[in-house]
């Protein structure tokens, strides 16, 4: 089965960075997209980052200029560069990931970030 697992979470004062990154287990196929969405209480699930295997990378407006999202070049690895954290960026993070031939989509688990002023 296609596992993802997160990584990179943590802790850090606004203004400061962080690197997530994810890698998936489970298939030999490449994923077609993968991407980043976070979550906080109270909150629906919003996309932060995407990046197709070919295409461009779209973020959304609140972190567009501050994060970076690439892929590794480990097969169906990502990383989610992020700087000048914003206490509002504070919640869990988690990978996403799309085979769209292949077993569809998956999430991973989660990874906490937090940001304190």
């Known amino acids: 089965q296609v596992q993802l697992v997160e990584s990179g979470g943590g802790l850090v004062r606004a203004g400061g960075s962080l690197r997530l990154s994810c890698a998936a287990s489970?298939?030999?196929?490449?994923?077609?997209?993968m991407g980043w969405y976070r979550q906080t209480p109270g909150k629906q699930r919003e996309l932060v980052a995407t990046i197709p295997s070919r295409g461009t990378t779209r973020y959304t407006d609140s972190v567009r200029g501050r994060f970076t999202i690439s892929r590794g070049s480990a097969k169906n690895t990502v990383t989610l560069q992020m700087d000048s954290l914003k206490p509002e960026d504070t919640g869990v993070y988690f990978c996403?990931?799309?085979?769209?031939?292949?077993?569809?989509?998956?999430w991973g688990q989660g990874t906490q970030v937090t940001v304190f002023s």
């Open positions: 489970g298939t030999a196929l490449n994923a077609d997209a």
């Open positions: 996403h990931a799309v085979w769209v031939l292949g077993s569809g989509a998956h």
